[in-house]
């Protein structure tokens, strides 16, 4: 029996109403990402050609990544794609799924310095590359050190580098805070999204994140901030006078970061788009 032919109107319809269902926090939204991006068009080109009836094939493939959806795989897994910083970043179960905040993080930096700012930056815990390469897309004279311990993660912000044309000023190596030393270069920028969420919280969190990004890239110890405070450890050491640390963090940290922070650096408590204490931005005294 041939399967009932559909607008494309009509599959949005009964595909958010479908995630609505499953408890995706985002129905309508993801749903469109979806189905454009198996359309290979924009969402706007979604409503500009929405009584569009779209072929038997289509329907199947736009079908099996809903119910995907619907089993609460990300959207930018099923998509492979995150956009970051005006960048298109490839994305999977190799790393953490950039965020938003993330995105502040990396402009709270950038509305500090000028673009014809020259330095090294080093991104401690890089994971897809996703802030590193942001950085360096917009600071052209800077050169950026990508440290992480996960192989798998490496392997994808490789990929990354790569497909931002940024190999000749972006490199990625092994490297774990606790145990290994940073390289002997001059860094002038550190920067870091580490692990900082406690194991009670990482419970708690929505599928998405508990069952799909790496937990080691999620959950800290002591309430986490043991990661924090090994970077700040890391930045007093390595930075010189008015070097740059930057880092995100849980919303019960903005205190105790401040209190690691303050002897070694100015410290800037700074607030996300939600009001929440998200960022510090510290300047080696």
Not at 90 to 97: G, K
């Amino acid at each position: 029996m041939a399967t009932k032919l559909l607008t494309i109107n009509e599959v949005l319809k009964k595909s958010s109403e479908f995630l609505t269902e499953k408890g995706v926090p985002s129905p309508k939204s993801d749903t469109e990402w979806l189905v454009a991006s198996l359309l290979n068009c924009s969402r706007i080109d979604l409503f500009l050609n929405y009584e569009e009836v779209l072929s038997e094939q289509q329907l199947n493939q736009i079908r099996k990544l809903v119910i995907s959806r619907g089993k609460r795989i990300p959207l930018q897994h099923l998509l492979g794609k995150v956009p970051f910083c005006n960048l298109s970043l490839s994305c999977d179960s190799r790393a953490l799924i950039p965020r938003p905040e993330t995105e502040e993080l990396v402009e709270v930096l950038l509305n500090r310095i000028p673009s014809s700012y020259k330095g090294n930056i080093v991104d401690l815990g890089t994971g897809s590359g996703a802030i590193l390469l942001a950085l360096c897309s917009s600071l052209p004279n800077c050169f950026g050190f990508g440290l992480e311990k996960c192989a798998k993660a490496i392997s994808l912000a490789k990929e990354n580098i790569l497909a931002c044309g940024l190999t000749s000023r972006v490199s990625v190596s092994e490297f774990n805070w606790v145990t290994d030393k940073l390289p002997n270069i001059n860094v002038d920028i550190i920067i870091s999204n580490p692990p900082y969420l406690s194991k009670e919280e990482w419970q708690i969190a929505e599928p998405e994140v508990r069952d799909f990004d790496p937990y080691e890239a999620l959950v800290s110890n002591d309430a986490g901030l043991y990661d924090l405070l090994q970077i700040i450890k890391i930045a007093k050491a390595k930075l010189s006078k008015g070097g740059y640390l930057a880092l995100e963090f849980g919303v019960e940290h903005a205190k105790k970061i401040e209190s690691a922070a303050i002897d070694s650096f100015s410290v800037e408590i700074i607030r996300d788009l939600q009001k929440q204490r998200r960022f510090a931005l510290c300047i080696k005294k």
